[in-house]
C-alpha cells in the first residue's frame, strides 16, 4: 500500500519533471525523487541503500545540480521535434530491463539463490575461516576482497580526478595585472 | 490501526504537497513543497516504523531530517545569493 503510492508518487514527479522547463523546478523535484526512492528502499528493509540514496540522491545531488545551476542557465532550451531515434532507444532498454526482473527471484523468497547458495557457509563457517566475529566484516574483507578493493580503487580514482578539476590553483597573474585581480563570481 | 490511519494520512498530505511542487507558480512554492516533502517522509518513515512494530526506525528518521535542513538551507542560500559560494575577492584560492 505504502510502496505502491509512493511508486505513484515517483511517476508522477518523474513525468512533471519533463513537462517543466524551469530548470530550478526540476532540481527539486529530483530531490523529492530520491527521498521518495528511499523512503521505498527503507520500506523494504535495505536501509544501507537508503541511506546512501537519501544523503547522496536528496542532499549532495541537489546541491551539486544547484551549483552547477549557479554558473549555467536556468532554463531549458525548448525542442519541438520529437527525437525518435532516443526514443526507441530509451523504450528498447527498458524493455530489456523489464524483461530481466522476469527471472528474478521474488520479493522475500526464502528459495532465492542468495539464501541458499552461500550465505549458509558463511554464517558456519566463516569464523573459523575467516576469524572475524562479524558475518558482514568478513564477507566485505575476505570473502568479496577483491570486489571491495575494485569499489575501492574506483572511489580513490574518482576523488583524486574530483581534486585535479577544482583543487587547482589559480595561476598568479603577471604583475603588470596584478591590480585587476578582484573575484569574479559566476 | 492508529498507525495505519496515520500512514494514510501522511499520503495524502504528501499528494498535496507533490501538487503544490508541480502546479507551484513562484519559486517559493517549490521550496515549501519540497520541505514538507521531506518532513512528511520523516513522519511516515517514524509511523511505519511503529507500523511494522520496529520503533528503531525513529533513528533513521532523525537522519533524514538532519539531511533534509541541509537540502533546504542549500536551496535557500542559492535563492538568496544566486549561487553557493560566497565571492572571496583577493582569495588566490579562487572561489573554494
Redesign the interface.
Known amino acids: 500500500m505504502i510502496i505502491i503510492s509512493l511508486l505513484f508518487f515517483m511517476t508522477a514527479t518523474a513525468i512533471s519533471m519533463l513537462w517543466l522547463r524551469d530548470l530550478f523546478a526540476v532540481v527539486m523535484l529530483s530531490g523529492i525523487y530520491s527521498l521518495f526512492a528511499a523512503v521505498i528502499y527503507m520500506v523494504m528493509d535495505a536501509v544501507d541503500v537508503a541511506f546512501t540514496e537519501a544523503a547522496v540522491g536528496a542532499g549532495i545531488s541537489t546541491v551539486l545540480m544547484l551549483g552547477t545551476l549557479a554558473l549555467t542557465k536556468s532554463k531549458e532550451k525548448v525542442h519541438k521535434k520529437i527525437a525518435y531515434g532516443p526514443l526507441a532507444l530509451v523504450l528498447i532498454t527498458g524493455g530489456i530491463l523489464v524483461y530481466g526482473t522476469l527471472d528474478m527471484p521474488h520479493y522475500g523468497d526464502a528459495n532465492a539463490p542468495i539464501h541458499s547458495h552461500v550465505a549458509s557457509r558463511y554464517i558456519e563457517k566463516s569464523g573459523l575461516e575467516v576469524g572475524v566475529p562479524n558475518i558482514v566484516t568478513s564477507v566485505l574483507a575476505s570473502y568479496r576482497g577483491y570486489d571491495t578493493l575494485g569499489e575501492t580503487a574506483v572511489v580513490f580514482t574518482a576523488a583524486i580526478g574530483v581534486l585535479v578539476i577544482i583543487g587547482r590553483r589559480k595561476k598568479k597573474r603577471k604583475k603588470t595585472g596584478a591590480v585587476n585581480d578582484g573575484g569574479d563570481i559566476a | 490501526m492508529m498507525f495505519a490511519a496515520a500512514?494514510l494520512g501522511v499520503?495524502v498530505a504528501?499528494?498535496l504537497a507533490?501538487f503544490r511542487?508541480?502546479a507551484?507558480p513562484t519559486?517559493f512554492d517549490?521550496?515549501l513543497?519540497?520541505n514538507t516533502?521531506?518532513t512528511l517522509?520523516v513522519v511516515?518513515?517514524s509511523v511505519?516504523g511503529f507500523l511494522s512494530e520496529r520503533p528503531e526506525?525513529l533513528d533513521?528518521a532523525l537522519?533524514?531530517a538532519l539531511?533534509?535542513f541541509?537540502?533546504t538551507v542549500?536551496?535557500t542560500k542559492?535563492v538568496q545569493f544566486?549561487?553557493?559560494?560566497y565571492?572571496?575577492?583577493?582569495?588566490?584560492?579562487?572561489?573554494?
Open positions: 500512514a499520503l504528501m499528494a507533490m511542487a508541480f507551484g519559486v517549490r521550496i513543497a519540497v516533502a521531506g517522509t511516515l518513515i511505519y526506525f533513521i537522519l533524514y539531511i533534509n541541509i537540502g542549500a536551496v542559492f544566486q549561487g553557493l559560494g565571492p572571496v575577492g583577493d582569495h588566490e584560492d579562487g572561489d573554494i
